[in-house]
Antibody
């Protein structure tokens, strides 16, 4: 079954770090970039960045540069997102999503076709 | 960074009515780079449209997308009860992606 399975909910204190995992199954992990998106309570979707499982290349949204790290372990088809120096503003559901790219002679499309179920990270003292 | 602005913030309609959702970009983007997602409470987003006007697998034909340049539209021709949700547009450009802030379609 093609799916992304995320790690369980976390509760962290301000100033701590959190690492969320995203395990891929049912497809070739190295064939598709993995993105991370978060959603604060009652708010919209915020794109955080992506990692290429093939070569480890990353690209982060400017907002998160310096305090986010995305890694992967191809041996277990798992991507990770680590966020440091947490504050209460980081309380959110964190999703991983698979990027799909379709190319033709005169076109190219990119979109997220597969999502994890989300991991709730709560930052509270 | 390209900013996507969705309007209206909330759309109050009855089942059977037509819904028109707007997504405006802060600069011209290719229609190939626009996607739309639906999200229901407690669920992950679901892909509806890609390349501005291509329906994803399994998406009913009452959903359609259009637009170019800076203005893009998602239309739901006749709202079904399961269509009441939040809708997000998304763009990708130079490896950086952004989402609009969302439009909530609620039952009137």
């Amino acid at each position: 079954q093609v799916q992304l399975v995320q790690s369980g909910a976390e509760v962290k204190k301000p100033g701590a770090s959190v690492r969320v995992s995203c395990k891929a199954s049912g497809y070739t992990f190295t064939g598709y970039s993995i993105h991370w998106v978060r959603q604060a309570p009652g708010q919209g979707l915020e794109w955080m960045g992506w990692i290429s499982p093939n070569n480890g290349d990353t690209k982060y949204a400017q907002k998160f540069q310096g305090w986010i790290t995305m890694t992967r372990d191809t041996s277990i088809s798992t991507a990770y997102m680590e966020l440091s120096r947490l504050t209460s503003d980081d309380t959110a559901v964190y999703y991983c999503a698979r990027e799909r790219e379709i190319r033709g002679y005169s076109f190219a499309y990119w979109y997220f076709d597969l999502w994890g179920r989300g991991t709730l990270v709560t930052v509270s003292s | 960074e390209i900013v996507l602005t969705q309007s209206p913030g909330t759309l109050s309609l009855s089942p059977g009515e037509r819904a028109t959702l707007s997504c405006r970009a802060s600069q011209t983007i290719s229609d190939s780079h626009i996607a739309w997602y639906q999200q229901k409470p407690g669920q992950a987003p679901r892909l509806l449209m890609y390349g501005a006007s291509n329906r994803a697998t399994g998406i009913p034909d009452r959903f359609s997308g259009s637009g170019s340049g800076t203005d893009f539209t998602l239309t739901i021709s006749r709202l079904e009860p399961e269509d009441f949700a939040v809708y997000y547009c998304q763009q990708c450009g130079t490896s950086l992606w952004t989402f609009g802030q969302g439009t909530k379609v609620e039952i009137k």
